[in-house]
């Protein structure tokens, strides 16, 4: 059974509306992490979380807001969603950081 | 901070073959490697993980080589066959971060 899962797996947003991103892990996992990958790059980390309740800033946190209400869930939300925040989002996790991160499906999310 | 530059971008071996990817990084307190597989649509899936104290792990077709004095990583795929065909990452962490560095990233194509 998939251990990181995603939800939506697919989104299509006006822009300038709110859209959230979900992810729930079973491997008791302590950090969990959002990235985007851009097509054809890599992966960029938005932000990420150690502990339930708190969460930390990643490279490109600018227009993204995270939410950790437990230790298996961890949203991305987009309070105004715009064009260039069209990407795919993955969501991760593990056990400590800088150890193997456990990756989800992925989300593609479409800004019009 | 710690940088990742991985090479090539695009390779393309024919089916039989080797593929070679390399990553180099500048931190040389870095402790922990890895190479992660993402076929098309999908999520990152962790091929291997090496820890400093190893110059020479394999797997299933997979040669993983740390080079500590030139702060190299390299993966090696022997007799590639058309399930190779993906996009290939490493990442590293330890040292001065605790969290994952990523490459950029090579598009590895099996031609027939």
């Known amino acids: 059974e998939a251990a990181v899962t995603q939800s939506p797996r697919s989104k299509v947003a006006v822009t300038g509306g709110k859209v959230t991103l979900s992810c729930h892990q079973t491997n008791n996992h302590d950090y969990m992490y959002w990235y985007r990958q851009d097509t054809g790059h890599g992966l960029r980390l938005i932000h990420y979380s150690y502990v339930a309740d708190s969460t930390e800033k990643g490279d490109i946190p600018d227009g993204y807001k995270a939410s950790r209400p437990s230790q298996e869930n961890f949203s991305l939300i987009l309070e105004l969603a715009s064009l260039s925040q069209t990407a795919v989002y993955f969501c991760a996790s593990s056990g400590l950081g800088g150890q193997e991160q456990y990756f989800g499906p992925g989300t593609r999310l479409t800004v019009l | ?112």
């Open chain 2, 1 to 112: 901070g710690e940088q990742v530059e991985q090479r090539p971008p695009h390779l393309s071996v024919r089916e039989g073959d080797s593929a070679f990817i390399i990553c180099t990084y500048t931190d040389s307190a870095t402790a922990y490697f890895y190479w992660y597989k993402q076929e098309p649509g999908a999520g990152l899936q962790l091929l291997m993980s090496v820890f400093s104290n190893v110059d020479r792990k394999e797997e299933q077709g997979l040669t993983v080589l740390l080079n500590k004095k030139d702060k190299r990583l390299s993966l090696n795929l022997t007799a590639a066959h058309p399930g190779d065909s993906a996009v290939y990452f490493c990442a590293v962490s330890g040292g001065s971060n605790y969290q994952l560095i990523w490459g950029s990233g090579t598009k590895l194509i099996i031609k027939p």
